[in-house]
Every structure is written in C-alpha cells, then in structure tokens.
C-alpha cells in the first residue's frame, strides 16, 4: 500500500510533481500513466526517499520508507535511471544489496534464476545490453521478497517476449496480494497490464480510476461517412445536431448520432452512401485528449497568474 | 538475451520463512567490504600504491646509503627514505575518491540509498571498511619499505633500526597518513559527487593550495601552511622537527580533524541532497 498526500516537489522553479493524492493498493496492478516529463518518476523516487517532497508526504505500508526497518522487505524498486555499478558482476551487485537486509546467497541466485541470467550473472554489468539491465533491475527489486514492487518503465529496452514476461510477472505478483505499481506513457501497455490506473499529466493527477472505467469514459464515438453528396448531407447531420468534421473530399466525421439516424436520415433525403462506420477512438488517443486537457489547463492558469 | 526463462512465481514464503532481516551496521559494512572487493579497480591501485611506495622506498635506500656524507638533513633522517608516500597518497587518495563517487557516475548510489535509506550508516560503513583496508595494507607496505631500504643503507653503514627512537612512529606513522589521505578522499568523494571533481579537490587541499601558501610573502600566509592536512601530516611522519612546522603529535591531530570536518560536512549534505 502506497498513500500519498498533497505530494510535491519542486526543482528550482519547476513544479515536477504539483499536490498529487493517491493511493495504490494490494492485490492488483496499478498503472502510472503519464507522458514523458509528467513527474512517474520524481514521485516514485520521492516514495523511496531518494529525493525529498517539497511539501506533501508520502508512506508505504504505514510509515515512511526510510522509517522501515528493512526497506528492501517493504518496497523492491527499479528506477528509470540507471543504479547499478558498471564495473560489478551482476550477482556482485545482488549480493551487494542482499548483504544489507542479511538475504542468503541462496535468495541471489532464484532472484538471477527468476529473471533469466543465470548464463550472464559474473559478467560485468558494463558489458550489458539494456534489456539484460532491465532484468537485473527486475531481479534487485525482488530480492527483498517485498510485499510492495514499483517498477518505472519496466520495458524499455525488453523485446517483445520480455515484454510479455513483465506482465505475466507483475499479474502473478498482484495475484498474490502485493502491491504492484509500474508507470508507463504507453497507454497500450497499461491497458494490457494493469487493472487500475492513475494518470498523471505535467506534474497533477488527471484521472485515479479503473482501468475499464477509464477506457469508457475516455474514448468518445464517432461515426465515419463517405458519400458523392457530403456537402447536402452534412447540413442535414448539423441540423439534427450533430458535431460534423470532414478530414476528406466526400467523407465526414460524425459524432453525436448513431450509424441507424445517419443512414436513416441519408435514405430519407435520397441521398447516396458509400460507407457508414462507427469508429472507436483508440485508447491511445483518448489518452491524449485527456492529458492534453492538463496541458491546456496549465498554459491557461499561467497566463492567468501572469496576467 | 535470447534465452529467456518460463517466468516462474516467486517462492512462497510461510511465516516463518523471513526473507529480509532488519538493515543494521555490521550488514551494511558487509555490504561495503563486498563493493569493495568486488571491483577490479579497487585492488588495481591499491597494489600500484603497495608497490610504489615499497620500490621507491629502496631506491632511495640505496642512493642514499651510497652518497650519505652529501645528503641534506630530511633525507639523511630515518624518514628519508619513506619518501614513496608522496605518491602512495595520490593513489589512496585517488582510491578514497573512487570508492565514493564511482556510485555517483554509475547510479549505483540509487541503489544504495534505497537499501540503506538512512544513508549515514552508508558514509560510516565506507569508511571504515575503506580506512580498515588502507591500514591493513599500507602499516605493512610502510614497514617492509623501511626494512627494506635500511638494508640498503646498513650495506653502506648507515642503517638505524625500527626499534630506535621515533623510527616506529614514523613507520607505522607513515602508514596511518596515507589510510587518513584516502579518507579524506572519500569524505571529499561524498561532498562533490563526482570523480573528476573530487580528485582535483583533493589534489588542490594536500598539494596545490600548501605550496601557494608558501609562496606567498609574509609570515602569516607561511603559519598557516603548516595546518593543512598534508603538512600537518607530514610533520607527524618526519623524524627531523623544523621551527616552521607542527610538533609530531599536533600533526596528527590537526590532520584527524580534518578529516574529521570533512566527514561532517559530508554527513550533513548526504542527508539533505537528493540522491
Ligand atoms: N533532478 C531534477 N532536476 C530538475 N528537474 C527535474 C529533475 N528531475 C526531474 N525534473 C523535471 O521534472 C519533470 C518531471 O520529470 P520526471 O519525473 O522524470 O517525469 P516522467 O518520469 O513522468 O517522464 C520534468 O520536466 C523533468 O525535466
Ligand atoms: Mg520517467
């Protein structure tokens, strides 16, 4: 369980994360939705201690990170940036880490197993490619057996079946009652792994709600229609209130009537149609209609204060 | 990677089974001895430290066994041929740097601090485990130079032994500074956070900013001089006592209190920088 409150932080002048509340709870995943530059990774660094709130908190499990008293037990990480010393092998770095909460080297070597490098664990970490990377960060997040995983974008740099195997990974975690939190800005991504979803948008919270709500309420129908008589059939659609765009000679874009009132209406005036089709904006899109509003919230409050 | 594992579930863990024990000193200077055995680079200096200090150590046994009679009064002196140290203590100093910022050009601080999120266990863990290596090593390299090099000068006749007075002092004396040097590097490593940067530092508090020091006209500049970490130093490891320098033991602890400060500053902005 992550709980976070009024969370901000501040670099200089620039707001990364603006008073965002939240909370991740156990059993399911939990996706960070948000494009580049949102503040996924300054709040997640914030939740593990490394940079400090400028106002607002954060707790895991109850108390504050650094306030456990085996931190790798409550919360496995892996951080955008990268966190491991070039120069060590990869069990190196593990048995770095598990020697400060007294994890066996039994533990190391399932963790290596579990990620799939065991051929490549007493190389040098230098000598990695990033996906490799990836599941060595996979592999210190897990070390600790923690009951919380945050992971910031788990699959840059894994191929497609490494992909796959972070998200059977993560499910098979939640499954299990912990508390899973992995940040993206593929909303494609999310909508495949994770159950609930809190979308984040130049430093603010924009949406905190399931994934399936979320796809409902995001994605708004259109209705694609060609016709040689577009330009009458249009001012027919406009008179039934419709919202009509054209993004082609003949064909028009209609949202607000369903495919049966537009042919409907079409037959009635006799007029001709070569395609009638509902369409359904991509997830993708209603992502970036919703994350777009932030932006033009923010540029609008700036010209506000500025005023 | 082509050859990725079934992702398997993790083993389950019953009550009793704990996976992770609470975070505490001793594991994480555990945790330290391994970073530091566990990096090429760390036994790469330390042996080009052991042996530039031992081999210089009986070149100048030699000559100066061989011309005795034309020396000048620091290198006819016990001490003399302890001389090596003024490179051991570039390349522990370097060593203490390294130990430090490494995880900063890496990242592997990250990974530290989530850890130990405490982060001072961390700075004193570092330190103890490097200050403990550097004695280990550089006490001996420091006596087997001395031995060494006074077998030269005994072949001329002029050899004193460990035993005569303040010989051991300056012996293991030597050793101690060189550990004190590297400590300070790393205090310095924790303060600048960056390679370059620190050994720069370094290399401007015990050798630069002394001699400008000195340079400079006037007496005060000069009674300054002597408080700087490596000529406080080097008057506790010097078997002859100019007018112009501190007193054995004043050295020491001028030079301990350096690092001492160091450490402090470096401890107070460990735990309020951001990582
Ligand atoms: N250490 C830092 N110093 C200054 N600005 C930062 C720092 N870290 C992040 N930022 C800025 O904060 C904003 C949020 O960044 P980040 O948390 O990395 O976003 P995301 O992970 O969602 O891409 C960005 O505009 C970034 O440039
Ligand atoms: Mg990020």
Redesign the pocket.
């Known amino acids: 369980m992550i709980e976070a409150r009024e969370l901000t932080?501040k670099?200089?002048e620039?707001t990364?994360?603006d008073g965002v509340t939240f909370t991740v709870r156990p059993g399911i995943v939990t996706g960070f939705l948000?494009?580049?530059?949102?503040?996924?990774?300054?709040?997640?660094?914030m939740i593990v201690g490394l940079?400090a709130p400028t106002s607002g908190s954060v707790t895991v499990n109850g108390k504050s990170y650094a306030a456990h008293a085996s931190p790798l037990h409550e919360v496995g990480v892996l951080l955008?940036a990268r966190a491991v010393h070039t120069g060590r092998s990869a069990e190196s770095h593990l048995l770095a880490m598990a020697a400060t909460a007294g994890i066996s080297r039994r533990r190391v070597q399932e963790v290596i197993e579990l990620v799939g490098l065991q051929d490549v664990a007493r190389k040098r970490v230098g000598a990695f490619s990033l996906g490799m990377g990836q599941r060595l960060g996979i592999a210190a997040a897990l070390l600790g057996d923690p009951q919380t995983i945050m992971l910031?974008?788990p699959v840059n740099g894994l191929d497609p079946e490494g992909v796959r195997w972070v998200r059977h990974l993560l499910r098979g975690l939640a499954e299990e009652g912990r508390t899973v939190f992995v940040?993206s800005?593929l909303m494609s991504e999310m909508a495949l792994t994770a159950d609930h979803l809190i979308v984040?948008g130049r430093?603010r919270l924009i949406r905190d709600m399931s994934v399936s709500d979320f796809i409902s309420s995001a994605s708004s129908e259109s209705v694609r229609v060609r016709s040689p008589q577009a330009t009458e059939l249009r001012e027919l659609l406009l008179g039934k209130g419709a919202t009509v765009s054209s993004s082609a000679r003949n064909e028009l874009d209609v949202v607000g009537l369903s495919t049966d009132e537009i042919g409907t209406t079409a037959a009635a005036a006799g007029l001709t149609l070569h395609e009638l089709s509902p369409v359904q904006a991509s997830l993708e899109e209603a992502f970036m209609e919703l994350t777009g509003e932030a932006v033009e919230y923010r540029s609008h409050t700036a010209e506000e204060s500025a005023a | 990677m082509s050859t990725v594992a079934e992702p398997r579930q993790q083993p389950t863990t019953g009550p009793g089974l704990r996976i992770a024990q609470p975070v505490n000193f001793v594991r994480t200077v555990s945790s330290e001895w391994i970073k530091f055995r566990t990096l090429r680079s760390s036994w790469l200096v330390l042996v080009a430290a052991i042996v530039g200090v031992i081999v210089i150590g009986q070149l100048i046994g030699y000559n100066t066994g061989k011309s005795f009679s034309h020396l000048a009064p620091e290198d006819a002196a016990p001490s003399g041929v302890m001389q090596g140290y003024y490179l051991g203590q570039l390349l522990i100093g370097v060593l203490g740097v390294l130990f430090v910022t490494g995880e900063y050009a890496t990242g592997m601080i990250r990974s530290t601090a989530t850890a130990v999120p405490r982060r001072l266990p961390v700075l004193g863990a570092k330190a103890l485990v490097f200050g403990l290596v550097a004695v280990v090593t550089m006490v001996p390299t420091c006596i087997v130079t001395f031995l060494g090099a006074m077998a030269f000068r005994s072949h001329f006749g002029h050899g004193v032994s460990l035993g005569d007075a303040g010989n051991l002092r300056v012996v293991i004396g030597t050793g101690i500074y060189l550990a004190l040097i590297g400590l300070l590097g790393g205090a310095i490593g924790w303060i600048v956070r960056n390679t370059a940067g620190g050994i720069s530092t370094l290399i401007g508090l015990i050798l630069v900013v002394p001699v400008l020091f000195e340079v400079v006209p006037g007496t005060w500049a000069k009674s300054i001089s002597k408080f700087f970490p490596s000529n406080a130093g080097s008057s506790f490891v010097s078997t002859v006592h100019a007018s112009n320098t501190l007193t054995p033991w004043t050295g020491l602890v001028v030079m301990v209190a350096w690092v001492v400060a160091a450490f402090v500053l470096a401890g107070v902005l460990l735990k309020r920088r951001?990582v």
């Not at chain 1, 948000?34 to 660094?45: C, D, E, F, V």
């Open positions: 932080k670099y200089g620039k990364a994360v948000g494009p580049n530059g949102a503040g996924k990774s300054t709040t997640m660094r940079d955008e910031d974008e940040s800005h984040v430093g | 951001d």
